[in-house]
């Protein structure tokens, strides 16, 4: 089938189409228009079936865009989808009503408390994703009631305690104040101290809708232990944001944080990024023996293996790397992204990052790693 537009030329046509996405809500940058152009060029622009996979594939930061993309399509091109193109069929949705008084249940008692903590327990496990406005409110108030804790590793030095090795030193000082007279045994075990914990967070167009939580769990982390926890944000660069999330207050935190980061809602350059923070922070330290989280759903645009190499990287300096997915948290969800498939060789958590419950369950990873 030939495609039709409004302008003759390919190259504007195709231009324009980018344009049109970017207006519908696509995070379609100009590199990735590029990346367009040049698949098209490659395949027949002629072709309704190349042109849509090319800019499927280019153009469409996750697969939350596909829906909006297809509609761009068919009406930028006058013309149906390419048979190829399938949708996927909406979940059927099934509404049931009680007879019972929404106020009392059927022995005529009040359940407007149970009903109260019923509505604040589903919202913990909604996906952040589909919230409404007034639901982000409240995720942020109960974003409060989340308990972090610093995870701590055994120091060097030891301290005197009621039970482990003996303390031949403290022993010996003992009997000497005794005169010779026999004193009680002294104990000492290693303290423990600190460890440190690292969290990169993917902020490109993927992962938009949940970059904003990711980045208010950071700040919770970073209040507990100031000095223990580094925050930076990945997605075309690195950005270190650890400064701003050391304020107190979390919208004003978030605020000073977003003004550093340049490129929100771009592409995702995983590999090269997690290169430049090894090769700059972690083999200078940060990384060495500390907890590694690394928040993104696995959308890679560059080489999966250069990804996968310094996973490789990454897992021999950190005592624990951990790799925090939001679709892990769906039904149905396979970990067969080329992304999440060339670091799961590396991993040693991969867990669900969707919801407030799933946050929950994540800061007790740390806590006990």
Known sequence: MTI?????????????????????????????????????????????????WAGRA????????????????AAWFSGDLPRTAHRPRPAATTLQAGLESPDTDADGNDRSIAVAASQTEILRHRDVAELSAADRAELVRQFATLRPRAPV??????????????????????????????????????????????????????????????????????????????????GTRLTRVTPALRHRDPEYALRLAGDAVPDW?????????????????????TARRAVVVVCSDGWERGDTTLLGEQLRRLAGLAHRVVWLNPHRGKPGYLPVQAGIVAVLPYLDDLIAGHSLASFADLLEVVADA
């Open 4 to 52: 039709r537009g409004p302008d003759p030329s390919p190259d504007h046509l195709l231009v324009g189409f980018g344009s049109a996405l970017r207006h519908a809500g696509l995070a379609v940058t100009a590199d990735r228009v590029q990346v367009f152009l040049r698949a098209v060029a490659v395949l027949d622009a002629g072709v309704a079936a190349d042109v849509y």
């Open 58 to 73: 280019a153009l469409c930061s996750g697969p939350d865009d596909t829906a909006r993309y297809d509609d761009v399509f």
């Open 153 to 234: 590793r055994r120091g060097a030095r030891r301290r005197p305690s009621n039970r482990g090795e003996i303390d031949p030193r403290r022993t010996l000082r003992a009997q000497l104040r005794q005169v010779g007279e026999p004193a009680r045994v002294l104990y000492r075990r290693r303290g423990t101290r600190p460890r440190r914990v690292v969290l990169l967070i993917d902020v490109s167009g993927s992962m938009r809708p949940y970059a904003d939580s990711l980045l208010r769990l950071a700040h919770s982390l970073v209040r507990v232990a100031p000095r223990q926890v580094e925050v930076f944000t990945v």
């Open 265 to 285: 809602s771009g592409g995702t350059r995983l590999g090269e990024v997690l290169k430049v923070f090894l090769d700059r922070w972690g083999q200078r330290g």
